[in-house]
């Protein structure tokens, strides 16, 4: 009976051993993810635009949104790593409609003209543009988590490489690209917040779209505002 208790004994110390070692190593083994993980993302973003600035005779018609794609290198701050600096590049594209007229005109400068109250198809311009995104990222996230709450806001320059403004109605069409006004520089501030993988964002325009732009002796000074959903991808 004594050896039976002594050998009873004996096996649930050493169980009791091994559930100790076994709770170092895991612990072990999260220490060192803990000291490698980062929340490298690729990101796909759905917007909708909402144009600003823009001249007493010209307004917004149609549709008008954009998508947006890239990825972003995360780099923490601090040993928790929930706080972050974010750097990357992305390709957006862009369709803005609204009813100011973009004609081709002489030295190589475009002619503004408004479109209030005339009946037409289609006017709009569009943009495809690349762009670096800047980011100071909060996130409660972890190690073993891909579902957190997130916080990230920054600045997003970019760059137009091409641009194209199309007019249509029943009797003509006019087609302007890479129009020389457009300002080709571009910087925005940006808010994304959310949780897991449905995030809400958004961007508001820095500069104006166009420069050395004007509608009967009245500068074009258009801005956007642009709302929509960003998804992030490890």
């Given at each position: 009976m004594k050896r039976s208790i002594l050998v009873l004994l004996t096996i649930t110390f050493l169980s009791i051993d091994c559930l100790f070692?076994?709770?170092?190593?895991?612990?072990?083994q999260l220490q060192e993810v803990d000291s490698l993980y980062r929340e490298d993302q690729f990101y796909l973003g759905l917007t909708f635009h909402l144009l600003t600035d823009l001249p007493a005779d010209?307004?917004?018609?149609?549709f008008s949104g954009g998508l947006h794609f890239g990825f972003i290198r995360d780099i923490?701050?601090?040993?928790?790593?929930?706080?972050?600096?974010?750097?990357?590049?992305?390709?957006?594209?862009?369709?803005?409609?609204?009813?100011?007229?973009?004609?081709?005109?002489?030295?190589?400068?475009?002619?503004?003209?408004?479109?209030?109250?005339?009946?037409?198809?289609t006017n709009r311009f569009s943009t495809q543009m690349i762009e670096a995104p800047l980011e100071f990222r909060w996130r409660s996230s972890n190690a073993t988590s891909?579902?957190?709450?997130?916080?990230y806001a920054g600045l997003r320059p970019g760059y137009i490489y091409y641009s194209k403004s199309t007019y249509k109605d029943a009797d003509a069409?006019?087609?302007?690209?890479?129009?020389?006004?457009?300002?080709k520089f571009r910087l925005g501030t940006t808010l994304t917040f959310g949780y897991n993988t449905f995030n809400f964002h958004v961007y508001y325009n820095l500069t104006p779209?166009?420069?050395?732009?004007?509608?009967?002796?009245?500068?074009?000074d258009m801005s956007v505002f642009k709302v929509g959903l960003m998804f992030y991808i490890l």
């Open positions: 070692a076994q709770e170092n190593i895991i612990e072990q010209v307004s917004q018609s149609g923490p701050l601090n040993k928790r790593r929930n706080i972050a600096i974010g750097i990357g590049a992305g390709w957006s594209i862009n369709t803005y409609g609204q009813d100011l007229l973009i004609e081709e005109g002489e030295n190589g400068k475009s002619v503004f003209s408004s479109l209030n109250g005339l009946d037409f198809d891909y579902k957190f709450w997130r916080i069409k006019i087609t302007v690209n890479n129009i020389p006004e457009l300002d779209m166009f420069k050395n732009a004007n509608l009967e002796d009245v500068s074009v």
